[in-house]
């Protein structure tokens, strides 16, 4: 037994034994792991630290570079204007070196163009085409400023691609300008007037005129045909004239008839041409919205100011009248009615030849020509042309295919002064209780009575309305009435003065309304303020200009104070 004891105990005291081996080698492979730690916590230690000096270092560098780009700003400045901006970029393979390709701007400088940088220190994308910009000595861009209010004032004759437009300078010099920045989102116009920065050649703002703005008015009058009296024939003609091709265009394509370009309205002052005009734009801008209902169109009505069209200047009529039908063409570009209505036509389109001094109407004449039925298309416009001497246009502007409808607008009768009347009498006016009474109190009766009284009062052939004796240049005289010269305007003058009768009296009496009485009164001095008007020295200018056409009168006597003398 004890010889089996003592071989378990040796037994076991080996493997102690290689159990303490392995254990030390354990402890040994953990000492070196250790002593590997302690190196690498060293190494990371040192790098450590010089991390922090370098970036310590950098700190300072950063500093040092900060301090000297503010130095950059130190005056004296010079000025430039930026022309083209070129984000940073790599050049393409043989076409320019790597610097080329930094972030730069294109300036004009010292009537040079150069490209420069800018400032780290700068927004690049506040940089703005046509600004003003500061630059330092070393032509670095440090500061960006406004743009420039003054320069040479040009105008848009037709709008490219690419921020460019064609403009017209002096002398009807054309050239081809880029647009600044601001004027890159303003929707411009032809016609418009624009600054040009003298340094860059550049648009830089668009300044608003008065005298082109007072020669052309886009709003649409708020006047139609129910506004008009007296004259119901002449609006039945342009209604079928104007009106149905704009209305009904594929009927007129299917029957091959084409829109009349224009219409004249002649005949004497104060009967209505300028009004028949406006109520054809008013009318037209109603038709349009009811045939493209729910689409964003309108009508345009261009008023035109005959006389102050002139200029003295050679050639700038022209230029204004070229303007005018481009603004024309530009409105009508989306199939938007356009009225360009000529007042007082014959001021600027008398025939050629007649002219005193300078001649004007040789240019002016056939530029009006040429817009209407020039090479460029005149499409939904419509020229009208409103005169009383329709004898002194230029024949070639009233042939057919040019002013195609010609319509004369006469002297109201009596039938068309009590329409007329009724324009102006309505019941809402006060009326006086006499009045009242003796219709008893129907106030549509009373306005009745009245309008009857007074344009029987005014049409009347008696002695007291005799106006002119005409001697013509046969020997036969004629007795000329005031109803002969009566119009629409001298019935709203009547209407006024008994409205200031009736205002007078409530003032003074404290008597409301308005009487017959004062109607007759007023229509006697409406007629005794003509008694100087007509021109004895050239009477057969006035009869003409008065709408008394016919044979030459040579001449013509007052009436007037015979019978006050009677």
Known sequence: MWG???VNENHEAEKLAERLQMTERQVNVLRDKNRNLDKQLAGLSGNNQRLVALLETTREQI?????ALEKDGDTPFSYGTVVAKHPRQHPASG??????GVQAVDVIYSGRKMRVTVSPLMDF????????????????VVAALGFEETGELVTVKELLENNLAVVMARADDQRVIELAAPLRKAHLRVGDQLTVDSRSGMAVSRVQLTDMQSLVLEEVPEISYSDIGGLNSQIEAIKDSVELPFTHPDLYREHGLSAPKGILLYGPPGCGKTLIAKAVAHSLAQRVVERKEGTSTRSYFLNIKGPELLDKYVGETERHIRLIFARAREKALHGDPVVVFFDEMEALFRTRGTGVSSDVETTI????????????????????GASNREDMIDPAILRPG???VKIKIRRPDALGATEIFSKYLTTDLPLHESELASDAGDGEATIRRMIDSTVSEMYSTERIN????????????????FKDFASGAVIHNIVDRAKKHAIK?????????LKMEYLLRAVREEFAEHEDMPNTTNPDDWARISGRKGERISNIRSLVNRQAAS
């Open 125 to 140: 994308d506040s940089v703005l085409i046509g600004q003003q910009v500061l630059l330092n000595e070393a032509l670095v």
């Open 4 to 6: 089996s004891w003592n």
């Open 505 to 513: 009296a409530l003032i003074t009496t404290g008597e409301r309304g």
């Open 95 to 100: 076409q320019g070196i790597e610097s080329t």
């Open 402 to 404: 040019r002013l195609d």
């Open 466 to 481: 005799e106006f002119l004796e005409v001697t013509y240049v046969t020997g036969q005289t004629e007795i000329l009435y």
């Open 365 to 384: 004449v056939p530029q009006l020509l040429a817009e209407i039925d020039g090479v460029e298309r005149l499409d939904n416009v419509i020229v009208i």
């Open 63 to 67: 500093i040092n570079l900060k301090a």
